[in-house]
């Protein structure tokens, strides 16, 4: 079998790296030879680099380099100096599928982790044309065009990649954000009177904290609220805007316990973002459903609305006006009296979103990149 080359720009210390990229990698090992590259702020240890590759993976960590877009293209550059376009590429992300497609590789998959130029535009202040989102866009044109295999996150962004680069939907495979079911096992919710709230990631100004804090300030007025928040490495600060209790410095590795220990979590996007709500799949998500812990979500984030909503596993909502913060803060209250709600959040996370499902989903699409080569 042919070796994959994973392409990452996000550290294998980090959120993602950690929970996403390794969670698969140390799978599909088992399969076929792996060789993992990504870009480290802080390079590893021999400790480190040594566990990563007991597991049989090769790990190539590169220096991150200077910010800005000066940094951004010395990166896709140095990334690309170093794939061997003769095995099966997978580029996670916009930048590291450009750095895959200058080697002009034979078997190769965009990883297509958000629609990045609208996400990017959709935050500045001024919605205006800018240089940044026609280069991204191009990106996305060319990387739609010439990979071999797309591989999306949501149903949701599906129709909006086919019509908006004219390519096949067949192209195209969703393998949802995923999860260790086991590792993050279901625990049966206390009774205690107060409500646990946790609140978990980099946030990034997509996050709608204002709506946050009412849903908080709403349930204070029925019940006693303690508001966690645990940090990622590498976040933005914004979490100091939000009414908190604690703050956790944790490891990806202890996020089961964490969550375990809260009733609900919460990550809330500003409703109004656009086309680009359409990509969106927190890991973390996941992750609270599959401890059996329900998530309050906004209704247009990727398919988490109408799964959530659907099936009873966390509030969805719509719009920030008094009497529908209300009546959130009344649903949380009665969901999370339910008895049987941590038993239907895990049960839906294993449905949708477990890990080893994923992991065959994933070397299919590997198996039929390896056909097109013949």
């Not at 999370?336 to 979103?353: Q, T, W």
Request: hydrophobic residues 40%.
């Amino acid at each position: 079998m042919n070796e994959v080359h994973y392409v990452s720009f996000d550290s294998l210390q980090e959120g993602v790296g950690a929970s996403q990229v390794l969670a698969y990698m140390q799978k599909i090992v088992n399969v076929r030879p792996v060789t993992i590259f990504s870009f480290e702020k802080n390079m590893p240890n021999k400790e480190l680099l040594k566990e990563v590759q007991r597991n049989g993976i090769k790990w190539i960590p590169l220096t991150f380099g200077r910010f800005g877009v000066v940094g951004g293209i010395n990166r896709v550059i140095r990334m690309s100096r170093v794939i061997d376009r003769n095995k099966i590429i997978h580029a996670r992300s916009t930048s590291a599928g450009i750095a895959a497609l200058m080697r002009f590789p034979s078997m190769w998959i965009w990883d297509c982790r958000s629609l990045q130029a609208d996400q990017r535009r959709a935050l500045k202040k001024t919605k205006r044309l800018s240089s940044d989102y026609i280069l991204l866009r191009i990106s996305e044109y060319l990387l739609a065009r010439y990979s071999k295999k797309i591989i999306v996150i949501t149903q949701a962004v599906i129709p909006i990649l086919t019509s908006r680069y004219k390519i096949n939907k067949e192209k195209m495979v969703c393998i949802p954000t995923c999860v260790d079911t086991i590792r993050f096992s279901e625990a049966i919710m206390d009774n205690s009177s107060e409500i646990r709230i946790l609140l978990s990631g980099t946030f990034s100004p997509a996050y709608d904290l204002e709506l946050t804090n009412r849903i908080i300030a709403e349930l204070k007025r029925f019940r006693k609220v303690t508001v966690s928040i645990a940090a990622a490495s590498g976040d933005t600060g914004l979490w100091n805007n939000i009414d908190h209790d604690f703050v956790l410095s944790a490891k990806h590795h202890d996020m089961p316990q964490i969550i375990q220990n809260h009733h609900i979590g919460m990550s809330i996007w500003k409703n109004d973002l656009g086309v680009c709500l359409t990509s969106v799949a927190s890991t973390k998500t996941a992750e609270f459903l599959s401890c059996g812990r329900p998530v309050v979500v906004n209704s247009l984030q990727g398919d988490f609305g109408k799964v959530i909503g659907s099936n009873k596993i966390g509030i969805v909502t719509n719009d920030s006006s008094a009497s529908s913060v209300e009546g959130y803060a009344k649903q949380i209250l009665d969901l999370i009296g339910d008895p049987l709600l941590s038993e239907r959040c895990h049960k839906v996370a294993v449905e949708n979103f477990d890990l080893d499902n994923a992991v065959l989903m994933l070397e299919d699409v590997y198996a039929a990149v390896e056909a097109m080569n013949c």
